[in-house]
């Protein structure tokens, strides 16, 4: 596809949003800044690229395994060959994170 990821924000209340992404293979999340704090839950499988300022990084997701990250990040995600759909939760408001993995796995 070549395309940007469809998203789709589910909540957003002031205290969280929540946003649905689907990526068919090659769609990407253009560069963008992450003002919160986050957590990303894959529904599927994944495998893309994470471009940030100091360069490329393949990465792997697990369904059903989340990870976080923190406000600041500064990046673009490039889907791989298969479809990729993921959640991911902004913490808008300063209540406190879950405790999980700072990033996914790399391949």
């Known amino acids: 596809m070549n395309g940007e990821a469809r998203a789709t924000v589910q909540v957003d209340d002031g205290g969280i949003r929540v946003t649905r992404y689907e990526l ?3 769609d ?3 560069w ?3 003002e ?7 529904i599927t499988d994944g495998t893309f690229e994470v471009v940030t300022a100091d360069g490329r990084s ?6 059903g395994e989340p ?7 500064e990046h673009e ?11 991911e939760i902004e913490f808008v408001s300063s209540a406190s994170t879950a ?9």
């Open 58 to 63: 393949a990465q792997r997701a697990t369904a």
């Open 77 to 87: 995600l490039v889907n791989g060959e298969q479809p990729y759909t993921f959640i």
């Open 99 to 107: 405790s999980a993995p700072t990033h996914p796995r790399s391949s």
């Open 32 to 34: 963008h800044r992450h």
């Open 67 to 73: 990870y976080r990250r923190g406000a600041g990040a």
């Open 24 to 26: 068919g293979p090659g």
């Open 28 to 30: 990407r999340v253009a």
């Open 36 to 42: 919160h704090d986050y957590l990303v839950v894959p």
